[in-house]
């Protein structure tokens, strides 16, 4: 690897940072919601949509609701970037518009569901990574675009609903 192939974190965050604000209606607006709210309101179903998964069910499938331990699984279990509100309890993971198609969205109840074209949502700074903020990033994203695959949202959804009507406690256990 040479020195040019190097990105810093401050960089990539910034990449992100352009890339998220491509989904705002005033970027100018969105960055000052970002450093004084800490969180912005960006659009899906365009560049990014969003599966919310309530905290019961993400807490279940973790198999743990210490914040470190669900960031941990998170970041091993999605494969891309997912953020927590915790005055809601509701975690977001930012798939693509596409996955909006898919039938366990079209059925889902109040434990998770689809936020694609119409819905707004609050989305945290790009280094809102604080365990003690409102709206953080549980699992960053790592270049701009650098979504969710819908195939694992799905999977953490059932583990999560399985574990909570009695299946089994822990992975392979």
């Known amino acids: 690897?040479?020195?040019?192939?190097?990105?810093?974190?401050?960089?990539?965050?910034l990449a992100v940072e352009h890339w998220l604000l491509s989904a705002a209606d005033d970027t100018a607006r969105a960055r000052l919601e970002w450093r004084t709210d800490g969180f912005a309101l960006l659009r899906c179903g365009g560049v990014l949509s969003a599966v919310q998964i309530s905290a019961t069910v993400v807490h279940a499938a973790a198999g743990s609701d210490e914040p470190s331990t669900v960031n941990n699984f998170l970041a091993g279990a999605l494969l891309g970037p997912v953020f927590v509100d915790?005055?809601?309890?509701?975690?977001?993971?930012?798939?693509?518009?596409?996955?909006g198609r898919r039938t366990e969205w079209k059925r889902a109840g109040n434990d998770a569901g689809f936020m694609g074209a119409g819905h707004y949502l609050g989305v945290p700074a790009a280094d809102a990574t604080s365990l003690m903020g409102r709206i953080a990033w549980c699992v960053e994203m790592d270049s701009p675009g650098d979504l969710a695959p819908a195939d694992a949202v799905s999977q953490l959804v059932h583990t999560g609903r399985y574990r909570l009507a009695g299946g089994e406690r822990h992975l392979g256990g």
């Open 1 to 13: 690897m040479t020195a040019t192939e190097i990105v810093s974190g401050a960089e990539r965050r």
């Open 86 to 99: 915790r005055e809601t309890l509701r975690y977001y993971a930012l798939v693509g518009s596409s996955t």
